[in-house]
């Protein structure tokens, strides 16, 4: 059952987060991104990639990857990096963002695919969609948006990763389909991941509160 309502759990705190937050603290959100994305990258690697590559044929695996990773790229173009982290305010704004909530609903849908193999990857998301739960819930906070169009927004973003892991769960999908959707899934958790952890530092300098929190993420992550 966490399996379906943690990624649940993950959007309601990072909304009760946005509440309480009246300033977003950039260092406080650029820790918690750092550390979200090394401990999603370091989950992906040590449980979802074995069990992909040890099913599929690996040439094909590693296309199915890079598709993922293009596919990220191309959400990015309408979501304007809201997966990881980057959402722009237009507090005079009023038309209803339909790009970056079919964007977003189409990631958080798709991540909920690998959940059903692997339980471990549930923690991946759980702490992957606080901090972007809190980012996107304080552009929704500061927008011009009616609380319909919010509360709507949320609801729907929050059923999307629990909905995938049903589908999952519950389709009748042969073994290799259902690892290559994986694979996909692993294509776009790269991205993402890789690209909060290189956003997240002030160009080349070494930061150590981001060193620290990258190398919690990884620990944790091998323990589970």
Not at 2 to 17: C, D, H, R, S
Not at 92 to 118: R, V, Y
Not at 123 to 150: D, E, N, W
Request: a positive charge.
């Amino acid at each position: 059952m966490n399996k379906f309502l943690f990624p649940i759990y993950a959007v309601i705190l990072g909304v009760i987060i946005a509440k309480l937050s009246k300033d977003k603290k950039k260092w406080n959100t650029k820790l918690l991104l750092s550390f979200s994305g090394a401990f999603l990258l370091a989950l992906t690697l040590f449980e979802l990639l074995p069990e992909v590559y040890e099913h599929l044929d690996t040439k094909r695996t590693g296309l199915f990857i890079m598709g993922g990773i293009l596919l990220q790229i191309i959400l990015e173009l309408f979501s304007k990096g809201a997966e990881h982290g980057h959402v722009h305010i237009h507090k005079t704004e009023t038309a209803f963002p339909w790009l970056l909530f079919i964007s977003l609903c189409i990631h958080s849908f798709l991540e909920g695919f690998p959940i059903h193999q692997h339980n471990d990857m549930v923690y991946g998301v759980l702490i992957h969609k606080i901090p972007i739960a809190t980012i996107v819930s304080l552009f929704l906070f500061q927008s011009k948006f009616s609380k319909f169009q919010i509360i709507t927004f949320l609801l729907i973003f929050t059923t999307m990763t629990p909905l995938g892991t049903y589908i999952s769960n519950t389709a009748d999908l042969s073994m290799q389909l259902a690892h290559s959707i994986n694979a996909v899934v692993i294509g776009i958790f790269f991205h993402i991941s890789t690209t909060i952890l290189f956003e997240s530092g002030e160009g080349h300098k070494f930061n150590l509160s981001k060193f620290i929190s990258i190398i919690l993420g990884v620990g944790i992550a091998y323990f589970i």
